[in-house]
């Protein structure tokens, strides 16, 4: 069953994290945060990956398709790398957050643009992707700041 109390009372350790999962709660703040990183980071996935299949039928040639994924892999790599410093800075829902919006509106924009399938419009609209996926470093950095480590990781 869901939680239908608005505060349900999550055991916490002496920092103040979660010391048990229920994926079915969404007992704030833990659990409400739990299922908003999941849910940013499935997006991001989603938008990343689903292009690559649409390949042909946007016309793209194979040189294209190529460039397009090493565009993306480049832009995923480099934001992540920046990603733990602004996580740190500016904590990581503000990053996630900040990160997602940029990112969307970008890729809608881009993807309006992009259907006339053009080359260019095709590596930028997978840039954004791949700059999307930089949430997964904000999520695992939120995530181990919200639940102890016997819960997000190997710990004791």
Do not use: K
């Not at 480590?149 to 190997?154: F, H, I, K, Q």
């Amino acid at each position: 069953m869901i939680d239908q109390d608005p505060n349900p009372i999550m055991p916490v350790d002496s920092e103040d994290r979660a010391m048990e999962l229920r994926p079915l709660s969404f007992a704030v703040p833990h659990m409400r945060a739990f299922h908003l990183a999941w849910l940013s980071l499935f997006s991001c996935f989603f938008s990343a990956f689903s292009v690559p299949p649409l390949l042909p039928v946007l016309g793209a040639n194979p040189s294209t398709g190529v460039t397009s994924g090493v565009v993306s892999l480049s832009a995923t790599f480099v934001v992540r790398l920046v990603m733990g410093p602004l996580c740190d800075l500016l904590g990581p829902r503000l990053s996630t957050t900040i990160l997602s919006l940029v990112t969307g509106v970008m890729s809608i924009v881009l993807a309006l643009l992009g259907a006339s399938a053009s080359h260019n419009g095709l590596i930028l609209l997978r840039l954004m992707s791949g700059l999307s996926l930089g949430t997964f470093v904000a999520n695992q950095y939120w995530m181990s700041s919200m639940f102890s480590p016997s819960v997000v990781g190997l710990g004791a």
